[in-house]
């Protein structure tokens, strides 16, 4: 299982050399004291009415400019034409930082930038400003919601091209958890796989505010959010993360 680093400073060289131990050796690592629990917790009620007062596009009818502004689409079935044969039921909201900080986020993106950006042994993080254009950092949430909210085990074939390996061979995928499992769902939640197609949940000892980091080079999803609960996005029930 992969530990907690609790870090309640800068981050610096010390903590990358232990994120890739850790990662190294359990697959993934939990940092903690980056982003307060609470703060995390308060911007929940705001992405939920979001999802629910929105209109979202459907899985395959996103314009290319679309994500380049705060949009949604919902993510259904396993015809993604980025993703193909991934199956998930989850919605995607684009959130750039160029655009308007709707929810009031973006610092926790700079965060997991900086995260992102160290694990990989950049001399400094790659904000928006600091990319060639058209590049820029793809920020988003993902939600999943209870009632069968998931996305399938698979292989992040794009990560060789988008992160260069620190030197180890792993490829490193940070991301924040905005919501908590045995608050907001019960069952589910991100999973690697180990080769005798077992599965370990990456939540077990999280909490909301966690940033989970993980090897994207091995098998990996999330499982259902809730099956045993029928379908009701009302219920603002289900996991909610940013990346």
Same mark, same amino acid.
């Given at each position: 299982?992969?530990?907690?680093?609790?870090?309640?400073?800068?981050?610096?060289?010390?903590?990358?050399?232990?994120?890739?131990?850790?990662?190294?050796?359990?697959?993934?690592?939990?940092?903690?004291?980056?982003?307060?629990?609470?703060?995390?917790?308060?911007?929940?009620?705001?992405?939920?009415?979001?999802?629910?007062?929105?209109?979202?596009?459907?899985?395959?009818?996103?314009?290319?400019?679309?994500?380049?502004?705060?949009?949604?689409?919902?993510?259904?079935?396993?015809?993604?034409?980025?993703?193909?044969?991934?199956?998930?039921?989850?919605?995607?909201?684009?959130?750039?930082?160029?655009?308007?900080?709707?929810? !009031?986020?973006?610092?926790?993106?700079?965060?997991?930038?900086?995260?992102?950006?160290?694990?990989?042994?950049?001399?400094?993080?790659?904000?928006?400003?600091?990319?060639?254009?058209?590049?820029?950092?793809?920020?988003?949430?993902?939600?999943?919601?209870?009632? !069968?909210?998931?996305?399938?085990?698979?292989?992040?074939?794009?990560?060789?091209?988008?992160?260069?390996?620190?030197?180890?061979?792993?490829?490193?995928?940070?991301?924040?958890?905005?919501?908590?499992?045995?608050?907001?769902?019960?069952?589910?939640?991100?999973?690697?796989?180990?080769?005798?197609?077992?599965?370990?949940?990456?939540?077990?000892?999280?909490?909301?505010?966690?940033?989970?980091?993980?090897?994207?080079?091995?098998?990996?999803?999330?499982?259902?959010?809730?099956?045993?609960?029928?379908?009701?996005?009302?219920?603002?029930?289900?996991?909610?993360?940013?990346?």
């Amino acid at each position: 299982m992969g530990g907690i680093i609790q870090i309640n400073g800068n981050l610096n060289s010390d903590i990358r050399n232990e994120i890739l131990e850790q990662v190294k050796s359990n697959h993934f690592v939990i940092l903690r004291g980056l982003i307060g629990r609470e703060e995390v917790r308060s911007k929940i009620d705001k992405i939920w009415n979001f999802l629910l007062t929105n209109k979202h596009y459907g899985s395959s009818d996103v314009p290319k400019e679309a994500i380049r502004e705060l949009s949604s689409k919902w993510s259904v079935g396993g015809e993604s034409p980025i993703q193909k044969d991934i199956a998930r039921f989850m919605l995607t909201i684009y959130a750039p930082m160029n655009s308007h900080d709707f929810f !009031g986020i973006n610092e926790w993106f700079k965060t997991l930038i900086m995260v992102r950006d160290l694990c990989a042994g950049r001399p400094k993080p790659l904000f928006d400003e600091d990319l060639e254009k058209p590049f820029f950092n793809g920020t988003r949430l993902q939600v999943y919601p209870s009632g !069968g909210g998931f996305m399938s085990s698979h292989l992040d074939s794009t990560a060789t091209n988008t992160f260069n390996a620190p030197g180890d061979g792993v490829f490193l995928q940070p991301l924040l958890l905005i919501t908590e499992r045995g608050i907001d769902y019960e069952r589910g939640g991100a999973f690697y796989e180990n080769q005798d197609s077992s599965k370990v949940y990456l939540e077990d000892l999280a909490k909301s505010g966690d940033i989970v980091v993980y090897d994207e080079s091995i098998k990996h999803g999330v499982g259902d959010v809730d099956p045993q609960l029928p379908l009701n996005l009302d219920s603002r029930k289900g996991r909610i993360v940013a990346l």
